[in-house]
């Protein structure tokens, strides 16, 4: 299995509206790597930007035969049992069309809530979904989780349990909170998917000229906040370029041992358990563009 590759690009995402056109906090940004060198983090003000820029980059990268290894920063699936009792189908691939199918998405407003509410529907009790970010009460999702009861989901999957400070799925709003990112972000993975042919680890074996991987850059937390916090760089910029950067630079058994996982229908996180090795590909200085 051929687990080396030309360019890694890290993507911090947003469950959000869009934003204006100044690089802000809380939005989309992109980082891009080859060989150790990183370009500039490129600031993505919407969703509906970001995937054009995906996919304008995913075909450039094509056309130079270069292999692409695209992380972003959410749960590529859901607890074990969600997938069948949503779809009738154990396989992450059926929650993504799913939800492909039910999202509507603009620069200014999604129903991700709804969504949210419409799924919590396909359980017994209140939730499992629960952070109602809207000024009005939804009947269905309520807003604190300890609200919630007898649905029946599991809280966690087991990659969340194994990393330490990992939010639930669930928790649509409030600090830290992830369960929006995913419902924005799996349909646009879903049309990527489809139309790139890309492989998606670790539900399927890292082949091919693109692979996509749940990340977490909270895995270089250290050097995001000792090299970069100084500077006044946006946090969500400086992730995406070191985390990008250590992707490239890993030593290629490293890689190959990261992308040994499996998982049938939860997921896992790119390189947990191995903090320390991309901590140590960042030995260099902190500056944009220096290997």
């Given amino acids: 299995m051929n687990t080396a590759f030309d ?29 150790g060198v990183v370009e500039e983090p490129v600031y993505l003000r919407n969703r509906q930007v970001a995937e054009a820029w995906l996919a304008d980059l995913f ?57 949210a509410v419409d799924m919590n529907a396909l359980f017994p009790g209140v939730g499992p979904f629960w952070g109602n970010g809207t000024k009005t009460d ?13 649905h029946g989901a599991p809280e966690w999957r087991q990659v969340e349990r194994a990393a330490k400070g990992a939010f639930s799925v669930w928790q649509l709003a409030g600090a830290g909170a992830v369960g929006s990112q995913v419902l924005m972000g799996l349909p646009v993975l879903a049309r990527l998917r489809r139309r790139f042919a890309a492989r998606v680890w670790p539900f399927e074996a890292p082949e091919g000229a693109l692979v996509f991987a749940e990340t977490w850059p909270t895995l270089i937390d250290r050097t995001v906040k000792a090299q970069c916090a100084a500077t006044g760089e946006i946090r969500d910029a400086a992730q995406v370029r070191l985390l990008a950067r250590a992707l490239s630079s890993l030593p290629g058994p ?17 390189g947990l358990g191995f903090a320390d090795r991309l901590e140590a590909a960042l030995n260099g200085p902190c500056a944009t563009g220096t290997p």
């Fill in 59 to 115: 075909e450039a990268e094509r056309a130079q035969r270069r292999r692409v290894l695209a992380g972003f920063d959410f749960p590529f699936g859901y607890p074990a049992g969600v997938a069948p009792r949503v779809t009738g189908r154990a396989d992450p691939f059926a929650l993504w069309h799913w939800l492909e199918a039910r999202i509507e998405d603009s620069p200014t407003r999604n129903n991700r809530w709804q969504v």
């Fill in 7 to 35: 360019t890694v690009i890290m993507v911090d995402w947003s469950g959000g509206n869009g934003h204006g056109p100044i690089p802000r906090k809380d939005a989309i940004w992109a980082g891009v790597a080859r060989a």
């Fill in 138 to 150: 939804m009947d269905g999702l309520p807003r604190k989780g300890r609200d919630r009861d007898g």
């Fill in 254 to 270: 490293d890689l190959a041992a990261m992308l040994a996982e499996r998982s049938r229908e939860e997921g896992w996180i790119l």
